[in-house]
């Protein structure tokens, strides 16, 4: 006949029925028997049933089908509503209440009871025979059995009447879309007290293994139980009780049992878990849930993807918007991933729905993810819900014994922890003034450190010139322009790329330079890592160049010594770099350096820094720097040491590329910019990071030779510590002097702009706004 | 007491919007669209510096004698458009900036839900609920 939509508790109610009626197992009721008995005790006047026979078809093939059946029962349920019996009634006629027969009522509720609290099952299987209703969506089923649901019969004895539906189930055919619906109702039938969760949906699994205990119970009982029941049943007028349970519990098979079931409650209770008390877990949806969250994950401590969960749940031929909010109310932690406990909860869900009972608002607490691993086991009252630690299966079995408050103290501890794992933990990013950070992020950005892990500064020129020059150039600009004093104006414009270059070079090492400090140098630093404002890295030409520079450098610092050679600094850098050893030549450049740092305007420190800590990076940018070098080297190095950046540091930097760069062109293999970099960022950082370059690169020779330079320095230790430290504050000092003053030029310009754009609104009639 | 909160994508088509006064919806779809507007320049304003420090909190975007509409964008060019009551003084930025979080976090929570596809309109009812929160008591 047409799709025969039937309610969960209808399903049960009619395969119970059917399973009374079909005595011989042979899936098919006579008219006679049974059958006429039933309709008779419909309280349907003959021609109602002889009509709802022709309907059904039965009339047709000369007996009930399982098909026939329910459908007859279907249309006695609309006859006794006062519904005309039509075809289309059928399916079409919503929140029918159950048929009512007669006397046989009370037994059969009794009876059904279990069979209905094994509802899933039996509706796997029922669903099988007849046309499956649409996913299962039973929507009478749910709203009612929420109210009335008593807890529907335990499962053990009321799943007895599974089993002797379970003729029918041979074929699950049910084209349930869904096979874990499977029940499969295996053909066991019989005895298929629906072992276990197997494929079933939980509920049905549930009604499952109830049904298994009862199976016997009820097939032994099922035959004599009728007849008395017709003839008790007869007499007895329906049970005003059940009669009275019917109307208000139409759909709701479960108060029928709750009726019938005073002893069953529990057994009820675990049965409509599912539904009445909506929200727990019985220990066979339980199991079932585990076996199902081990075909995705096979690990019960892991988590299921989100991707893996959707697809699963998709199966379910539930709404996406319905899915999406059962995702919303198991995913607990929000971590897009479903544990063990999450999933049995949207498994669950995803049952209760298709059962037709709504969606809550927010989880229910049974099923909030607790640490225990707790089943809801035939507890009536406890919701042990899924509690359930994701990693023991095990202990899934029954265990129902945990009361909730137990659960529910777990569960806020469980939160945080799940909360916690959730938690990023902000990784500390060094503040250093806003230049630095600035070219820390470039150079993160541009994944600079190839080679140095430590060290963010090995940014390949080319590329952090292209990524910085703009940024470089720009503050560069504003720098230029406002230190006249510096030269570096002309340098500026005439060198963006160097500048860029050199910038980036610098801000790399700026960048390194604080992570370089954190971390412990290999060989132990003697100094201290320089503070950020230092762009010069005075600490590391002073320490590398214990024996040279260091007196040169020790001049600097305390005033703003002409420079001292600012022609000699580039040479000699020139030359340094020449030399293999990167740290001696850096060093020896950069006591250079340093002295001519003071002087701003002169940037020949740069050169020279540039020149050193090109000589002492001993990275594979030797060969990007080659290039930036050359075109450094070729422009005016000074000049591009001038650049003039608004910090002092940018412009130590740029000189330290420059020198870099100089030295760079000088020896292919001379270490890479980093080692300028870091100087500039601080004498400290850039000398261990020269160090640390020179160390790992160990590619160039220059990183070779410079290495020796560093026990040499290490040996140096202490005294080169003092005088560095004594060096690093003088240059602070006159560091600090340069960078108020760029930074006063950096006003000034910026009013200037500020007044520009202001002429420029008042030309521009509000272009927007 | 927020009025008005809508989530619009980087398309610039919105993903969620909702005000309270239900006849105002049309005039708070406008407002919001207008501010949209305000939005892209904000960015664009903000764009010469490295993405990394661009703050995800635009501030007002735009005062009316009604109302005041507050931005919020976020990496990945969602934004965020709050049109807020002129009359409720007592809301701070501060307290703008933690609606502007919590939004941010449910909708990063909506993000997560692997049923949503990206680009579609918002349906969560947890996000639904957390707007109302927000609008009712305006934090």
């Known amino acids: 006949m047409e799709g025969l939509t039937l309610s969960d508790a209808e399903q049960k109610y009619y395969s119970d029925l059917f399973s009374y009626c079909d005595i011989e197992s042979t899936k098919k009721v006579a008219s006679n028997g049974r059958v006429v008995e039933l309709f008779r005790a419909a309280q349907l006047p003959n021609e109602v049933v002889l009509q709802i026979m022709e309907l059904c078809g039965a009339t047709r093939l000369g007996y009930f089908g399982r098909s026939q059946f329910y459908i007859a029962l279907k249309l006695v349920a609309v006859a006794q509503s006062g519904l005309p019996l039509r075809v289309e009634s059928i399916n079409t006629v919503k929140d029918l209440p159950l048929p009512r027969f007669g006397a046989s009522k009370n037994e059969q509720e009794s009876r059904h009871t279990t069979s209905y609290s094994s509802d899933t099952e039996n509706q796997g299987s029922y669903s099988g025979v007849i046309p499956p209703p649409p996913g299962r969506v039973q929507v009478k089923k749910g709203s009612v059995s929420h109210d009335t649901v008593q807890p529907r019969p335990s499962t053990d004895q009321q799943e007895s009447t599974s089993p002797v539906v379970s003729p029918q189930q041979s074929p699950p055919t049910s084209p349930h879309s869904w096979r874990k619906h499977n029940r499969h109702p295996s053909g066991g039938n019989n005895e298929r007290p629906l072992p276990g969760p197997g494929p079933f949906w939980s509920p049905f699994s549930e009604a499952q293994t109830g049904s298994s205990a009862g199976d016997a119970m009820w097939s032994g009982h099922s035959p004599p139980p009728p007849q008395e029941n017709w003839v008790s049943f007869a007499d007895t007028p329906p049970t005003s009780t059940l009669l009275a349970m019917h109307p208000a519990s139409v759909q709701d098979q479960t108060t029928v049992r709750t009726v019938a079931s005073a002893t069953t409650a529990n057994e009820i209770r675990r049965q409509s878990s599912s539904y009445d008390d909506p929200w727990k877990i019985t220990d066979e949806q339980r199991q079932y849930y585990v076996n199902q969250f081990k075909t995705i994950q096979p690990d019960l401590n892991g988590f299921i993807p989100g991707s893996a969960a959707k697809e699963f749940f998709t199966k379910s031929k539930l709404p996406i918007l319905e899915l999406s909010h059962i995702w919303e109310l198991s995913d607990f932690d929000k971590d897009g991933a479903l544990t063990l406990d999450e999933f049995c909860a949207a498994f669950h869900l995803v049952v209760a729905r298709k059962n037709g009972y709504d969606l809550p608002e927010k989880l229910p607490e049974s099923l909030m993810p607790k640490l225990i691993d707790l089943e809801d086991s035939a507890d009536v009252g406890d919701q042990s819900g899924e509690v359930g630690y994701s990693g023991s299966p095990a202990e899934a079995p029954p265990s129902k014994s945990p009361s909730m408050p137990s659960l529910n103290q777990t569960w806020p501890e469980l939160n945080q922890s799940s909360e916690d794992t959730a938690i990023v933990h902000p990784v500390p990013i060094r503040m250093t003034p806003s230049k630095i950070h600035m070219q820390e992020m470039e150079l993160k950005r541009t994944g600079s450190d190839h080679t140095n892990p430590t060290s963010p500064l090995l940014v390949k020129p080319p590329d952090l010139s292209e990524e910085n020059k703009i940024n470089s150039s720009v503050k560069f600009v504003s720098g230029n322009t406002v230190a006249d004093g510096y030269s570096s104006s002309d340098s500026f414009t005439s060198d963006p790329e160097q500048i860029g270059n050199t910038v980036t070079r610098q801000r790399s090492h700026s960048g390194t330079s604080p992570d370089n400090t954190a971390p412990p140098p290999p060989p132990p630093r003697p100094h201290p890592s320089h503070s950020r404002s230092s762009s010069l890295d005075m600490n590391r030409t002073f320490t590398v160049t214990t024996g040279q520079q260091q007196a040169g450098v020790v001049a600097h610092p305390p005033a703003v010594p002409p420079r001292p050679q600012p022609s000699q600094a580039p040479g000699s850098h020139v030359h340094r770099p020449v030399d293999a050893e990167g740290l001696i030549t850096h060093t020896s450049t950069s006591p250079q350096q340093i002295p001519e740092q003071p002087n701003f305007a002169d940037f020949s420190q740069f050169e020279v820094f540039a020149a050193s800590s090109v000589n002492e990076e001993p990275d594979d940018e030797a060969e990007m720097h080659p290039e930036v070098l050359q075109v450094e080297k070729t422009s005016d190095p000074s000049s591009s040491l001038r650049v003039a950046k608004p910090d002092g540091r940018v412009e130590e930097k740029t000189a330290a590329s420059a020198p870099a760069n100089v030295g760079k062109s000088t020896t292919p293999l001379a270490p890479p910019p980093k080692p300028i970099r870091r100087r500039l960022k601080s004498e400290d950082e850039l000398r261990p990071e020269v160090d640390e370059h020179s160390q790992k690169t160990g590619v160039l020779a220059a990183v070779l030779a410079s290495q020796p330079s560093i026990p040499r320095s290490v040996g140096k230790d202490k005294k080169a510590i003092q005088a560095s430290i004594r060096r690093n504050k003088e240059t602070n000092t006159v560091l600090a002097r340069l960078n108020s003053e760029l930074q006063q030029q950096l006003k000034d310009v910026l009013e200037e702009r500020i007044s520009l754009e202001v002429q420029l609104e008042q030309l521009r009639p509000f272009s927007h706004l | ?139």
Do not use: W
């Open chain 2, 1 to 139: 007491m927020a009025v008005c909160i809508a989530v619009i994508a980087k398309e610039n088509y919105p993903l969620y919007i909702r005000s309270i006064p239900a006849e105002h919806e049309l005039k708070f779809h406008y407002t919001v669209h207008t501010s949209l507007d305000v939005v892209d320049e904000k960015v664009s304003a903000m764009g010469k510096a490295l993405v990394d420090q661009r703050e995800l909190y635009l501030g007002l975007l735009y005062p009316t004698e009604d109302y005041k509409v507050y931005g919020y964008v976020t990496n990945s060019k969602v934004k965020f458009v709050m049109v807020v009551d002129s009359s409720n003084t007592a809301l701070r930025d501060n307290e703008i900036r933690s609606m502007f979080r919590k939004l941010h976090n449910s909708y990063t929570d909506v993000m997560c839900n692997p049923f949503y596809n990206p680009g579609d309109r918002i349906h969560s009812r947890a996000f639904d609920n957390m707007v109302t929160s927000m609008m009712v008591q305006g934090c």
